[in-house]
C-alpha cells in the first residue's frame, strides 16, 4: 500500500518568513495530493491541493509544488502570519479515493 | 464543497458505556468515512460507511466495537460500544466529494 512520509514534525518561523513541509509517498498509482490545516479543536480543512498532471499550484500565499519522478510535494507558505500556526497534514491518493495522510506538521508562527 | 456537521461536539462517558456520534452532510455523497485521531496524531481510517450495506472496517478495527450506520447518503452514525479510556480520541466523520475529500469538525470524547 501507500506510504506518506511528512517532514519537519515541527517547524517554527518568525512572522514574515517563509515556510515550507515536505511529503513523499511510495505508490506511483497516487494522482492526488491535498492538504490539510488543522488548528486546535478544529476538523482538518483543506486548503490547497494538486494533481499529479500539475507541476505547481498558488493560491494566494500558499503554493503546492510536485515532483512525480522523485514522488515527492512539498507546501510553501510565505509571508507568515501567526494565524497560519497549525497542524498541516498531507495525503495522496489513488484513482480509487483511497487517502493516506502523513504524520502532520505543527507549524508556529512567532509574532 | 461539502460542509458537514457532526453531533455531539464533545463529550465525557465513564467506561463501560456506549456513545453514538451523528454525521450529516449537506448534499449527497457516495463516498463517508469515519476516521479516529488520537491526542497529536495523524488520522487512523476506522470504515467506509456504506450506503444500504455493512461497513467496510480497517485492519484493527471491527463492528463489534464501532458499529456504523448508514441510512441514506447524507447522514451516518458511529458507535463506540464499552468504552475504555484507550477510546479516548477525536472522531472524524469524512466525505469524498468529486475527488476532494472534506471532514467535519470532530467528536472529542474523553472515557474515564
Known amino acids: 500500500g501507500e506510504n506518506v512520509e511528512q517532514h519537519p514534525s515541527t517547524l517554527s518561523v518568525q512572522e514574515g518568513d517563509s515556510a515550507v513541509i515536505k511529503c513523499t509517498y511510495s505508490d506511483s498509482a497516487s494522482n492526488y495530493f491535498p492538504w490539510y490545516k488543522q488548528e486546535l479543536g478544529k476538523g482538518p480543512q483543506l486548503i490547497i491541493d494538486i494533481r499529479s498532471n500539475v507541476g505547481e499550484k498558488k493560491d494566494q500565499r500558499i503554493a503546492v509544488t510536485l515532483n512525480k519522478t522523485a514522488k515527492h510535494f512539498s507546501l510553501h507558505i510565505t509571508e507568515t502570519q501567526p494565524e497560519d500556526s497549525a497542524v498541516y497534514f498531507c495525503?495522496?491518493?489513488?484513482?480509487?479515493?483511497?487517502?493516506?495522510f502523513g504524520t502532520g506538521t505543527s507549524l508556529t508562527v512567532i509574532p | 464543497s461539502a460542509v458537514i456537521s457532526q453531533k455531539p461536539s464533545r463529550d465525557i462517558c465513564q467506561r463501560g458505556t456506549s456513545l453514538t456520534i451523528q454525521c450529516q452532510v449537506d448534499s449527497q455523497v457516495t463516498m463517508m468515512f469515519w476516521y479516529r485521531q488520537q491526542p497529536g496524531q495523524s488520522l487512523t481510517l476506522i470504515a467506509t460507511?456504506?450506503?444500504?450495506?455493512?461497513?467496510?472496517?480497517e485492519s484493527g478495527f471491527v463492528i463489534d466495537k464501532f458499529p456504523i450506520s448508514r441510512p441514506n447518503l447524507t447522514f451516518s452514525t458511529l458507535t463506540v460500544s464499552n468504552m475504555s479510556p484507550e477510546d479516548s480520541s477525536i472522531y472524524l466523520c469524512?466525505?469524498?466529494?468529486?475527488?476532494?475529500?472534506?471532514f467535519g469538525p470532530g467528536t472529542r470524547l474523553t472515557v474515564t
Open positions: 495525503a495522496a491518493s489513488n484513482p480509487g479515493n483511497q487517502f493516506y
Open positions: 460507511a456504506n450506503q444500504g450495506s455493512e461497513a467496510t472496517y
Open positions: 469524512s466525505v469524498v466529494d468529486s475527488y476532494e475529500q472534506y
